[in-house]
């Protein structure tokens, strides 16, 4: 047997062109609770999963007005999205598109591969085109796609070492999972099966990967459906405290990653049915009682998480769902307006609002500058324009 050989550290001075910088140092000011020159309270940083370019814009708009840490995430089945099919052409548009943006961006902006596959020859590719062309990737082996089932420990530890000595040297962050979640994470690497975190493999896990990102499964899920309607997701605390213990004895940098954590907005769910009633005819008999049955993580659990560890957030339902709901209230509108730009801007004026939301919630705000808004007088409303919902708020 091969002696032990202690994982690469991440390289911390690498410098990332304009206000780009890997995930794992936003993360870390979150966890330690810095913003500007002031330690405060530790607050968490929402991973928006991009997928379109507008949705790109309407985060940027959301992190510069409120000198957010922003952190767009890309699943696999996104980047197809952004390449015409080809994930690694996919790479290449949006960090060429998120460049361009963060130069005359006034916050820190990473880019990260959200469910980065290693057990998979096409899902390598992606890996390591990642590690090129992002500045933080996430090494999720904990199921084999090749014969869809939970990968054995010394397997997922492998591949994701693996990862971590390709992409550490280059001050590229990288993000592990242990334990399996549920649910539809993308429609690429979906799982119909569940485990949670154990604490001993856990223990193995980071020691021998050397990650200094880790998603442990305490319980949430996947997806827009976290349960029985009426019924709150609950998740096991307790294990998140026990594992947050470990982390910090073996390596204090170490933050946590909640996935599955969208927290849907009932005003959301409200506004769409409204407008789906408006509109009237089959549209609201067919798909009204759908968005009524919607069920997120619930945000107190969420909350309880961060400022113990937790310092990143995947949130993406939520936002989806705001988007769809600016388009339902722009047909309602004008469903005869010959302008792209119209729908558009009424969608990612949207998303916009969902993301600002999702950022005070989480406490990611007056990080690189102050607020341009009163963050407790801003009200999210779908019913106003994005224009008039940050007057008033200023
Ligand atoms: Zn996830």
Redesign the pocket.
Known sequence: MKAFQAPPVLKTTRKFPDNMTNAHALLLKAKLGEKGNVKGEGYAVPAFNVTTFQGINAAFTAFELLGASGLLAFSNSALKHFGFGDPIFGLEVAADYVAKLAKRSHVKIATHL??GDYTTESGRKVVQGAVEMLTSVMA?NSTDHNVKQPTPLTDNIGYTREVVNMAHPVGVSVEG?LGV?AGV??EDTKSEFSTYTNPEEFEQYIVQTGVLMV?PTIGTM?GPNKGKPGHKVKLNIELAHQLLKIADRIQPETVFVA??ASTLYPEVVAYAADQMDQIGGSLSTRFSQIWKDFVGTDWDQIQGLIGAGFAKI?TDTENRQTYLAGLLGALKENAAKIDIRWYDNKTTDALTQSYITKLIMAGDFGVWHEPKINVGKYIFNLNKSLKDVIEASK
């Open positions: 959200d469910h999720d999972e979640l994470e993308d998603a996947h996935h599955g995947n």
